[in-house]
């Protein structure tokens, strides 16, 4: 039969022991104040009107890029007649050479990211200038796909809002 040690907090001996356990004991209360609330389960069990809008717009952004992207980097689909500006537009993108893949790739991560629910603060702040210069090309050379740029940028800036709790550590001037 194992004997039972005690050790009296002012034993020497005593005190590192009893330091680590009181550590490890309160690690986790330390740690999870530090993490928002959505990380819980409990917050899964009690779904609310945002979060469910966040998981559609979410879901419905990475859907597009994803597509977007799989669609012309394995070229699924016929190439749509360009004409005037908009020609001339992917004309100067084609002639780089790399920035239509790159593009393209990004979008595809992104879009992976945003559908899986896996790193998408990350991702929502990578895919910010891609929305942004999407809502410029068809707000000054093609008025015609309007309509999903809005959405896009929309989506994005709605994201972004959501998971300002990611980003406010950063804004914070040191």
Same mark, same amino acid.
């Given at each position: 039969?194992?004997?039972?040690?005690?050790?009296?907090?002012?034993?020497?001996?005593?005190?590192?022991?009893?330091?680590?356990?009181?550590?490890?004991?309160?690690?986790?209360?330390?740690?999870?104040?530090?993490?928002?609330?959505?990380?819980?389960?409990?917050? @899964? +069990?009690?779904?609310?009107?945002? #979060?469910?809008?966040?998981?559609?717009?979410?879901?419905?952004?990475?859907?597009?890029?994803?597509?977007?992207?799989?669609?012309?980097?394995?070229? +699924?689909?016929?190439?749509?007649?360009?004409? *005037?500006?908009?020609?001339?537009?992917?004309? *100067?993108?084609?002639?780089? *050479?790399?920035?239509?893949?790159?593009? #393209?790739?990004?979008?595809?991560?992104?879009?992976?990211? /945003?559908?899986?629910? @896996?790193?998408?603060? +990350?991702?929502?702040?990578?895919? @910010?200038?891609?929305?942004?210069?999407?809502?410029?090309?068809? /707000?000054?050379?093609?008025?015609?796909?309007?309509?999903?740029?809005?959405?896009?940028? /929309?989506?994005?800036?709605?994201?972004?809002?959501?998971?300002?709790?990611?980003?406010?550590?950063?804004?914070?001037?040191?």
């Amino acid at each position: 039969m194992a004997k039972a040690v005690r050790f009296s907090i002012h034993s020497t001996a005593a005190l590192p022991i009893a330091q680590a356990m009181l550590a490890i004991h309160c690690a986790p209360v330390y740690l999870a104040r530090d993490i928002p609330s959505s990380y819980f389960y409990h917050d @899964f +069990l009690n779904p609310t009107p945002m #979060k469910i809008a966040t998981i559609v717009v979410r879901i419905l952004l990475g859907a597009l890029y994803a597509f977007s992207a799989i669609t012309v980097l394995f070229e +699924l689909g016929p190439t749509p007649e360009m004409e *005037g500006r908009m020609a001339t537009f992917f004309e *100067g993108m084609a002639a780089s *050479g790399y920035l239509m893949t790159m593009v #393209k790739i990004t979008e595809l991560v992104c879009g992976i990211a /945003l559908i899986s629910g @896996f790193f998408v603060p +990350l991702a929502t702040v990578v895919i @910010f200038p891609i929305s942004l210069n999407i809502l410029m090309t068809h /707000l000054f050379v093609a008025p015609e796909g309007m309509p999903v740029a809005i959405f896009v940028i /929309l989506a994005n800036l709605f994201l972004a809002y959501r998971y300002m709790d990611h980003y406010r550590p950063m804004l914070v001037p040191k």
